[in-house]
């Protein structure tokens, strides 16, 4: 009795603990693994508490569309479609749940030829050549006023602009970047937006006078009266300022950036390029102002001459003294230019105030300006100093509000992003005056372009909100989540708690939503189409099965990305997991742990699975300890029953049937043979109702003895009893050791399932079979009489068990909608008629089983409002359009709605939408080439020339096209200004040019063009002498005969051939064509001007003047027209290539060579007895085709 009192005075606790989970690197928090240097190079802040919101990005190369082309950044790529006439390069990247496509070109105005680096240290100076192809402009697609400075050397460093915002770009460190990268291909960056505010510090200025009396050697240009007082000065109506200008930076800008000169040199050309930018504000006025490197320095503090925690005015007086000694004054008080106009100095540590010296420049030989190091930011900063020293002052101080970018600080919003009216008008002025002269001189065409054009680019698409907060505060600094869609100022945070400001508004392009952008300070719709996501197809490939053995998963894999959700489209529906199966289904060998106790143990060794209701649940016990961990792996059976093999599936129980086949309605009969028939045993049922006294687990009474291969045996006891049901093999061991509460055990190769909840109990005892071997069921008596225990099992029976076949069914499932169409599916089984057990689906009639699924609720949904999203905008820049409808519809099924009047739906819910349409990407649009109208072709007929002007215009804002200086259009590729015309507009032959009749016997000539004897009529040869000039001029040659009565003859060698034979006499040829054996001949061929030398003797006593007589035409003179005999023998003398001939005896031609021509042909003297141009029997009349 001790026994059983010590077991009713059992309890059992159970406590649920959760477990740990481990973490892993979050991209937004990377910044922690960053040194001090890191931070202020990546971020300008000093610690972690100061980073500013950033995001991880993986930039690739694009198409024009934006489409991938490949994560290489060093070299452009191309695709089969794309122009390669077109230089821009195109780059995408995604970040802060947006996707940029950077749109740029080589920068070819910033750097001047042979731009060096000078590096002083140590009293020596260190040259550096700068890489000219490193820096680019452009725009961001479909953000109106965006413009964006990138430098690239295998990664993108930068600003991108927007129309308010502002993000920087940088890539991350390579031992941080393998960290988060994507693929082994791809380079990790850090993107982050830029506040523009700063410390609410009055920002002084330097004047002239101060500078001038503080500084020895300090000197102003000489201005010459006539270039200040002339009103014809170019410089009055010049429209491109060129401010040349030198960059410093100490040895601590240097330290952030590795100690090293070339990456600190990039660091400052980016800022130039973004400042490029700046002073080609709309805002700035019609006159712009590039910015042209033409130094840059790196000094040390001992070279420099001043400490690091210098205050601004001690270190802008250092500066001047500094240039002062490395460029003086001519010390003859000529007026040499400098090699730059203005030289600026970017520091770290001491004062944060800038200083420029007022009016300073072309007043001064270098105008100087000073800025705290900000990051890229300080381009903001130095250009506020420039602006000193282009004459602006501050405002506030005069007729405009502050917040602009001349205010002493920055308080946000749009206008932190424009130079106000004060400043646009006295700049304007100043830009158009004589002051302004040493602006005038252009940078020669030919110096290198800087790699990424950023025109069109906003700041904040380059540098997002992540970027900007980083370079304010520090590395471990981001924008902070909760003010994301705040455009009017950039909050950043640490700790994601706390969010801290300047005031300063995010730079223009940064998003603030799925489809925002910051613009001027307003969260704006960015007009950019929605592109709903699309799934890829299905992977070739299963994964990895599950288990080894027992039965494990595997699936198939999709990626959202064909094409990805982009601009606020739609996510794709349903799983990247797909196609699952059933793998391995070989049983395991004995004793092999279940996957569930592999992962009990795998969390605390110690422990054992739990089953639970929700059978995708991983719960461990230990003693009286639960453990939740979450949910099972996949492939995890969902119950302990080995019968059931169903299993776990994204936390979800899904069937699998006995023959391993998800989703499958195979089922183990009451045999345990999958998709039997349940024929194979017979089910026994019984009652044990036996008073046995005989007290103790030794004494117990057998109830029934199983055999081997029973299945599904129940055993429960009618009421609540002191006895016990008890379970023991043939050999008289108790396989469940009593007393004891609810257990299982595995045995007999079987599941033993043992129910005892409390003191009193009604004991039940299953056994789900097929056991091995022979089983003892027990009953103990402890106390009071036995109630009766009522049993039922299946026993393996050689006697066939006949039954009739039916189909059974679950209930409906819920319908999936209430409306339009939905669907509700149930399960169909076979079952035997006698005790509803499964069986093959084979046995019952295929013909008449039921439905498992039927539509449902297929009315339609009642009417509703419905408000469309914004369209993409008409415009990718200069001031769109967009609109969204609202309107009544109802659902009619699950894809289709019909639109219905408005009156169909309730007035009372209509939505209160006041605007449906709206402008759209009001920002500038990148400047380009346009081209005027073509000139009038130069010819008539055949190829000539169209010629055309191009200007360089630029659609602002507003939408207003406006000329702007052609340097602005640099980057552009300029259309061709001239082509070809009339080339499908052939002109007929020359007009023809007779020569003379010759002897063709036979006829020299190669070719015979046609036969038009049958076409001439001596009459009227004209006809046959024009088709022959056709046939010629279609055919390539120049010179024809007509020949043998009217044979068309030409070719390649006519030229030098048609003479051989000599002239004939007028009688061979008729009208123009030779008879039999003559032919005359034609040419195409214009004379060449005739020079007349002169009548000279030309006696045969003596030497020939001109020895060869190479013709005679005196048998074809006309003696009124003896200019027929002189263009006979010029023909003659020019196609034999010589220059000089005379015509003595009327009509005999004479010529030499050049030089003994040149020298004979007066060599007897004058004479008198010439007669219209030709000689007589002792005289020539000479000509040249040269100049004399």
Not at 700 to 705: G, L, N, R, V, Y
Not at 804 to 827: I, L
Not at 1056 to 1082: H, L, R, W
Not at 1100 to 1120: D, H, M
Request: proline content about 6%; glycine content about 8%; overall charge positive.
């Amino acid at each position: 009795m001790g026994i059983y009192l010590a077991w009713i005075a059992v309890s059992l606790t159970l406590l649920v603990q959760s477990g740990v989970f481990c973490k892993t690197i979050n991209s937004k928090t990377i910044h922690h693994l960053m040194t001090k240097r890191e931070l202020q190079k990546y971020f300008g802040v000093e610690n972690h508490d100061q980073v500013p919101e950033y995001d991880v990005t993986h930039p690739y190369q694009s198409s024009h569309a934006g489409e991938f082309v490949t994560y290489d950044l060093r070299s452009k790529h191309r695709t089969r479609r794309e122009v390669e006439a077109d230089d821009r390069h195109h780059y995408s990247l995604n970040a802060f749940g947006k996707t940029l496509h950077l749109s740029l070109r080589k920068n070819k105005n910033l750097i001047k030829p042979g731009l060096e680096v000078e590096s002083h240290a140590d009293g020596k100076v260190k040259k550096t050549r700068i890489s000219p192809s490193t820096h680019y402009l452009g725009e961001v697609r479909d953000h109106p006023e965006s413009s964006v400075a990138i430098t690239n050397h295998g990664a993108l460093t930068g600003m991108i602009k927007l129309r308010d915002d502002a993000y920087f770009l940088h890539p991350l460190p390579h031992r941080i970047a393998k960290k988060v990268r994507r693929n082994k291909h791809s380079a990790a960056h850090i993107i982050y937006k830029y506040d523009l505010g700063g410390p609410s510090e009055d920002s002084p200025v330097l004047t002239i006078d101060d500078a001038v009396k503080n500084i020895k050697g300090l000197k102003k240009r000489v201005v010459q009266s006539k270039r200040v007082n002339d009103e014809n000065d170019p410089a009055v109506n010049f429209t491109e300022r060129y401010l040349e200008l030198g960059m410093v930076a100490d040895q601590q800008v240097k330290a952030i950036h590795g100690n090293n000169d070339t990456y600190t040199a990039d660091y400052l050309l980016t800022i130039g390029n973004i400042m490029n930018g700046i002073f080609h504000y709309d805002s700035f006025g019609e006159q712009k102002v590039a910015i042209v490197i033409n130094k840059i320095f790196i000094l040390t503090n001992d070279e420099f001459g001043a400490p690091s925690t210098s205050n601004a005015s001690v270190k802008i007086h250092t500066l001047i003294r500094w240039t002062n000694k490395q460029y003086p004054a001519p010390s003859d008080g000529s007026n040499t230019p400098p090699p730059f106009d203005a030289i600026s100095l970017i520091h770290k540590g001491g004062s944060l105030i800038g200083l420029g010296l007022l009016s300073g420049l072309c007043v001064v030989r270098i105008a100087p300006s000073i800025a705290a190091d900000m990051g890229l930011q300080t381009a903001y900063k130095l250009s506020h100093e420039i602006g000193h020293n282009m004459g602006l002052g501050h405002d506030g101080a005069n007729s405009c509000p502050p917040g602009n970018i001349m205010s002493t600080s920055v308080v946000g919003g749009p206008e932190m992003f424009r130079w106000s009216n004060c400043s646009k008008n006295t700049v304007q002025n100043y830009l158009r005056g004589p002051m302004s002269y040493c602006l005038k001189d252009k940078p020669p065409t030919d110096r290198p372009a800087l790699p990424i054009s950023i025109l069109g680019k906003l700041p904040g698409e380059v540098n997002d909100g992540d970027i900007q907060c980083k370079y304010q505060y520090g590395s471990t600094w981001r924008r902070c989540p909760q003010e994301s869609g705040n455009c009017k100022a950039l909050f950043c945070t640490v700790d994601y708690v706390y969010c801290h400001s300047y005031a300063a508004a995010p730079l223009s392009g940064t998003s603030c939503g799925a489809r925002n952008w910051c613009v001027e300070g307003k969260c704006v719709d960015n007009g950019s189409p929605y592109v709903n996501g699309a799934w890829s197809a299905w992977s070739d490939t299963y994964t990895k099965c599950s288990q080894t053995c027992g039965g494990g998963v595997q699936h198939r894999t999709r990626t959202c990305s064909n094409p990805p959700p982009q601009n606020g489209g739609d996510p794709c529906e349903g799983s990247e997991s797909g196609h699952w199966r059933i793998c391995n289904p070989e049983p395991c060998p004995p004793n092999t742990p279940t996957l569930r106790e592999t992962q009990c143990k795998a969390k605390n060794s110690e422990t054992v699975p739990y089953h639970s209701s929700s059978s995708c649940d991983l719960r461990c016990i230990k003693g009286s300890l639960l453990y939740y961990y979450g949910k099972v792996a996949d492939g995890t059976r969902c119950h302990p029953d080995r019968r059931v093999f169903d299993v776990c599936i994204d936390a979800t129980c899904r069937t699998v049937g006995c023959d391993y086949v998800l989703d499958s309605t195979a089922r183990l009969d009451r045999c345990g043979i999958c998709n039997g028939d349940g024929s194979s045993c017979a089910l026994i049922t019984g009652e044990y109702t036996k008073q046995h006294r005989r007290w103790g687990l030794d004494k117990a009474d057998t109830i029934q003895s199983l055999p081997p291969g029973t299945m599904k045996a129940h055993f429960e006891k009618r009421g609540a009893s002191w006895n016990l049901l008890g379970i023991q093999d043939k050999a008289g061991k108790y396989l469940i050791r009593l007393p004891s509460w609810s257990t299982s055990v595995k045995a007999a190769g079987s599941m033993i399932v043992y129910k005892h909840e409390e003191n009193l109990y009604k004991d039940i005892l299953d056994i789900d079979g097929p056991t091995t071997e022979t089983l003892l069921v027990k009953f103990i008596y402890l106390h009071g009489r036995n109630g009766g225990v009522d049993f039922r099992y299946y026993a393996p029976s050689n006697v066939s068990q006949p039954s009739t076949y039916v189909w059974n069914t679950s209930d409906w499932s819920s319908c999936t909608s209430t409306c339009a169409g939905g669907y509700k599916t149930r399960w169909v089984y076979c079952i035997r008629a006698d005790d509803k057990t499964h069986v093959s689906e084979s046995l019952c009639d295929s013909a008449s089983k039921p439905h498992m699924g039927q539509p449902c609720n297929t009315q339609a949904c009642p009417a509703e409002w419905h408000l469309t999203r914004w369209q993409e905008c008409s415009k990718s820049c200069g001031k769109g359009s967009q609109s969204r409808r609202l309107y009544c519809h109802k659902k009619i099924n699950s894809t289709s709605y019909e639109e219905l009047p408005d009156s169909s739906c309730s007035a009372s819910n209509k939505p209160n939408v006041t605007k449906l349409t709206r402008n759209c990407r009001q920002i500038e649009c990148p400047p380009d080439w346009q081209s005027l109208e073509w000139s009038p072709c130069s010819t008539t007929c055949g190829t000539g020339i169209i010629t055309r002007k191009l200007v360089c215009r630029q659609v602002d804002a507003e939408g207003v096209v406006k000329t702007v200086t052609s340097t602005m259009c640099d980057q552009m590729p300029k259309p061709i200004t001239s082509q070809p015309c009339n080339a499908d507009t052939p002109c007929g032959p020359p007009d023809k040019i007779k020569i003379a009749c010759f002897k063709a016997n036979p006829v020299p000539l190669e070719q015979i063009l046609g036969d038009l004897r049958g076409s001439v009529n001596l009459d009227h040869t004209e006809i046959a002498v024009e088709m022959c000039l056709n046939l010629t001029h279609e055919a390539g040659f120049t010179y024809f005969a007509m020949a043998n009565n009217g044979i068309c003859y030409s070719g390649p060698n006519t030229k030098t051939k048609y003479y051989e034979q000599g002239p004939a006499s007028m009688a061979d040829c008729n009208n123009g064509i030779g008879n039999q054996g003559y032919m005359f001949v034609y040419t195409m061929v214009q004379l060449p001007p005739l020079t007349s030398l002169g009548c000279y003797n030309d006696r045969r006593t003596k030497a020939a003047v001109l020895p060869t007589l190479y013709a005679n035409f005196r048998s074809q003179i006309n003696w009124r027209n003896m200019n027929l005999t002189i263009s006979q023998c010029a023909h003659v003398a020019r196609d034999m290539e010589r220059s000089y001939f005379g015509i003595r005896f009327y009509g005999e031609c004479y010529t030499a060579p050049d030089d003994d021509a040149a020298a004979a042909y007066s060599s007897q003297g004058p004479a008198t007895s010439c007669w219209s141009g030709v000689g007589s029997n002792y005289a020539s009349f000479f000509y040249t085709f040269k100049n004399v």
